[in-house]
């Protein structure tokens, strides 16, 4: 069984067991749990409910003088798959792996950007943590790129694996924050490479950032400042997570991690250093291509698309009719798109993007 199975399983064994998990001190909410539980929204303590959360409601709250965010359970996450239906319960697993991080020596610095945990309880369906007042980022500049990385950094080597990091799952405070854990999961990253072991080596930190996120800023960038302030940003982010990924392999290397983890990492080092000029825009495609489909595939997967999802396939079929002999040189073509011709390959995307059309969640 994969180790992504064994987790759904048990996971889904522990919603069946009828065991309870709770994180954090009752009694510093600043709110009765039960008023917490049924909330209507028109208290004078409710400042505004959130658009978006497809796992949770989300409220903003005020009370004892500072702001709060309350995440309450939906009866049903609004992703249909098993990880979609078991976010919330994962979110609070993950929780309490972050407050006992963060309790370490040193613990609070290393993990400050991830919100903490006031309360939070899977089976009352109730989580609270501090409001952060900031926003969405707009745009990514080495400021923001140096704080992500050092923080999915710290993640990586105490073994939590974000699979999520898209622009809704990050705010920005003058610190890049992250609080939304319902699909970060555990893996030992001394021989693993994400959460499904050694299975799948196409996803890593710098990839599911580039995917859930960076490529939808780069396809906007393209279009309201031109390719060459794209390839520009792009450098920019390699750069950013190759010195990540140098810190990463010294550090696990440090630690005794496996040479079939220490190489993996190395790969994509020598990969990304060897892009300038003309094999940075291959890059640019081989990534973006990776990045795009991905992006497709899960949002296909989970019948949550948007009109981004739709501004991705379009990315894709332009790629795939402008580049395709570049892509396959590139290898970039990975899955079920491997082997096909040209034409097949644009009518498997005219088709995904068809049935995109019809999964529209807004
Ligand atoms: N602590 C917080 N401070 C400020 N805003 C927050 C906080 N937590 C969540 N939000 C806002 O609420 C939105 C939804 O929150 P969150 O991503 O945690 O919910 P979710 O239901 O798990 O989302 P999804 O499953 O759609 O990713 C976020 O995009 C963010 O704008
Ligand atoms: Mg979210």
Redesign the pocket.
Known sequence: MSRDRERQQSQLAFVASGNDIEVGDRGRLPLPADVLKNLRGDENFVVAR?????????W?LKAAGRE??L?RA?AR???QNVD?QT??LN?IQRRADIAALKALPGGRERFAGC?DTVWGCFREGLLL??????G?VADWDERRLVQLFALLEELILAGLFEW?L?P??L?DDGAI?M??F??MYRFDPLTEFNSNGREAPLFHAAERFETRNYFAWLLELEFSAGIAAALAAFALEKRVAGACYERLVSRLAARGAAPEVLSWLRGFLDVWGKAQGETLADLYLAEGWRSHRLDLDDDLRGKTCTKRTLARCDWLIAAAREHFAALTGLDALFWHDEGLGREALIARLEADRARAERFQIK
Do not use: M, Q
């Open positions: 959130l658009e978006g959360g497809l796992t949770a409601e989300v903003r709060w965010t995440k939906r996450c609004l992703v979609g976010s919330f979110e919100v943590s501090p409001w952060i007042d900031g969405a999520d898209c809704g799952n705010l924050r609080f939304d319902g699909y």
